[in-house]
Antibody
């Protein structure tokens, strides 16, 4: 059964770069689209963007200037970088498989900007 | 872009049916067939319950159904059960191959 696991620092300082990795196990990353979605504490879900295994990516208009999603097929993982973070970027970050709907999700990782 | 419009809350008694709406525009819900719905219990990752407008992933009971009329989508939960109490989010494909979530609806089973 395919599983996704997010990893990365739980605390990031304002103005620095948030970096997260999502490791895909039980399946190959080289077949599909892979997404990042976040959820601020007590609030709703926000789509960040997705990447195809070829490396082609698409981002939310509100985050496009700060977000980069990349894929490493040799390690079967994909990553999110978000630059110049502020307290508003504090959220649980989820990785998920898919482009326009997501059946497989990671457990999520809380990133606090402070 | 603003979130799709969902009622903040909905409720029903066990065995009843509840419908949650998700209203957008011709640029999202009204323009594409790709509306999905997610159930999220507190502290857990969201779970896909409807995709491509009205399709259920394997393992999702047929008590969950969805439809669309114009720029408004809706999710109906029939035969309410205690375990259906959760937050529900709609999501739509948007122009420029983007995705947009609704603000979420908290469903309470009375």
């Amino acid at each position: 059964q395919e599983q996704l696991l997010e990893s990365g620092p739980g605390l990031v300082k304002p103005s620095e770069t948030l970096s997260l990795t999502c490791i895909v196990s039980g399946g190959s990353i080289s077949t599909y689209y892979w997404s990042w979605i976040r959820q601020p504490p007590g609030k709703g879900l926000e789509w960040i963007g997705y990447v195809f295994y070829t490396g082609s990516a698409n981002y939310s208009s509100s985050l496009k200037s700060r977000a980069t999603i990349s894929v490493d097929t040799s390690k079967n993982l994909f990553s999110l970088e978000l630059t110049s973070v502020t307290a508003a970027d504090t959220a649980v970050y989820y990785c998920a498989k898919g482009r326009s709907s997501w059946k497989t999700w990671g457990r999520g990782t809380l990133v606090t900007v402070s | 872009q603003s979130a799709l419009t969902q009622p903040p809350s909905a409720s029903g008694s066990p065995g009843q049916s509840v419908t949650i709406s998700c209203t957008g525009t011709t640029g999202d819900v009204g323009g594409y067939p790709y509306v999905s719905w997610y159930q999220q219990h507190t502290g857990e990752a969201p779970k896909l319950i409807i995709y491509d407008g009205n399709k259920r992933p394997s393992g999702v009971p047929d008590r969950f159904s969805a439809s669309k009329s114009g720029s408004a989508a809706s999710l109906t939960v029939s035969g309410l059960r205690a375990e259906d109490e959760a937050d529900y989010y709609c999501c739509s494909y948007v122009d420029n191959s983007h995705l947009l979530f609704g603000a979420g609806t908290k469903l309470t089973v009375l």
